[in-house]
Nanobody
């Protein structure tokens, strides 16, 4: 059984920063794309940023210029550094990863989500 374990969400004031992290639990064979999506109340889930194991990144439009995605491949961990946060960034942030378990095909996994609230 593999789960994506997220951490780092919480309450932050406007203009503040947060760093999210995510790593799979359990034994995996390979890990390709990892990234983050978010879903605000009443809105559809949207791309924040993704990164391949080779370092190729893709960013959504919402936080562009205010975030950095990075990975530590040795730790199978993806990080999302968000800066200059705005109240409209309030959302549940979901980790996403395409990985392969031993003897299994590649599959896309989702974390349970971590709530980020930007408010004074």
């Amino acid at each position: 059984q593999v789960q994506l374990v997220e951490s780092g969400g919480g309450l932050v004031q406007p203009g503040g920063s947060l760093r999210l992290s995510c790593a799979p639990s359990g034994i995996i064979f390979s890990l390709n794309v990892m990234g983050w999506y978010r879903q605000a109340p009443g809105k559809e889930r949207e791309l924040v940023a993704t990164m391949t194991s080779g370092g190729i990144t893709m960013y959504g439009d919402s936080l562009k210029g205010r975030l950095t995605i990075s990975r530590d491949n040795a730790k199978n961990t993806v990080y999302l550094q968000m800066n200059s946060l705005k109240p409209e960034d309030t959302a549940v942030y979901y980790c996403n990863a395409e990985l392969q378990r031993i003897g299994r095909p590649k599959w896309t996994y989702w974390g349970q989500g971590t709530l980020v609230t930007v408010s004074s």
